[in-house]
């Protein structure tokens, strides 16, 4: 493995391990709130999660490229109040690694969620235990192996990226250039086998996640009331 290909596995690591912790964050208080929600408003919202599902990784890095630019909305005013330029650097990566890779968080912990219900809940209420007490004391605990597929099947996804982090990112070696743009490089080039390399090596990495995720769940017991 030559050392252009090792930089871009270390830098699709960092990427997938720092957009993993960011979404498990924002994905609990959301998917919180679709479990529980009885508003007119959950529809949409879960819409809006499910979007990176069905659609295409350029249309959606397009629109984050065009709004990350200079002359993009968010882009103009990051670069003019704190002289940030997201598009084509490793922080752009990350937003559009959040926004691709959202409905892979919320979706498995909304799930947990949901089947916890609310008696376990309802009973830690009647022993005095606050709102927060009850979350992080009852429903954490109760729900761990939905994170830990959220978790792991977040990562997965954002090693696996492609379409989003070239139309973001571009393909800059030591910067923004990740495993799935180098595959693409090497078969443009003909190096075939420079690409079966990584290729079976993210094929056998996400078999083993998927066979990682389902063994443990099979396995896993989760609090019941």
């Known amino acids: 493995m030559s050392a252009t290909d090792q930089a871009a596995l270390w830098l699709t690591l960092q990427l997938a391990v720092v957009t993993t912790g960011i979404l498990i964050l924002i994905a609990t208080p959301i998917a919180w709130w679709l479990a529980r929600s009885e508003s007119r408003l959950k529809a949409a919202v879960e819409a809006i999660v499910a979007l990176p599902l069905v659609l295409p990784p350029t249309v959606l890095g397009f629109y984050i490229l065009i709004a990350l630019s200079p002359a993009g909305p968010v882009g103009k005013f990051l670069e003019k109040i704190a002289g940030i330029q997201l598009a084509f650097s490793f922080p752009?990566?990350?937003?559009?690694?959040?926004?691709?890779?959202?409905?892979?968080?919320?979706?498995?912990?909304?799930?947990?969620?949901?089947?916890?219900?609310?008696?376990?809940?309802?009973?830690?209420?009647?022993?005095?235990?606050?709102?927060?007490?009850?979350?992080?004391?009852?429903?954490?605990?109760?729900?761990?192996?939905?994170?830990?597929?959220?978790?792991?099947?977040?990562?997965a996804h954002v090693v696996g990226e492609f379409g989003i982090v070239l139309m973001i990112g571009g393909n800059i070696p030591g910067r923004t250039q990740v495993v799935s743009t180098v595959i693409y490089n090497h078969v443009e080039a003909l190096r075939f086998g420079e690409a079966h390399v990584l290729a079976l090596s993210l094929l056998l990495f996400s078999f083993l996640i998927l066979f990682a995720v389902y063994f443990l769940r099979r396995r896993a017991q989760p609090l019941r009331f």
């Open 92 to 155: 752009g990566l990350v937003l559009g690694s959040v926004i691709y890779s959202l409905p892979f968080a919320v979706g498995p912990i909304r799930d947990g969620f949901t089947a916890l219900g609310r008696r376990p809940l309802e009973v830690a209420a009647t022993l005095g235990a606050s709102g927060l007490d009850r979350f992080f004391s009852v429903a954490l605990p109760s729900t761990w192996p939905a994170y830990l597929t959220a978790a792991v099947l977040t990562f």
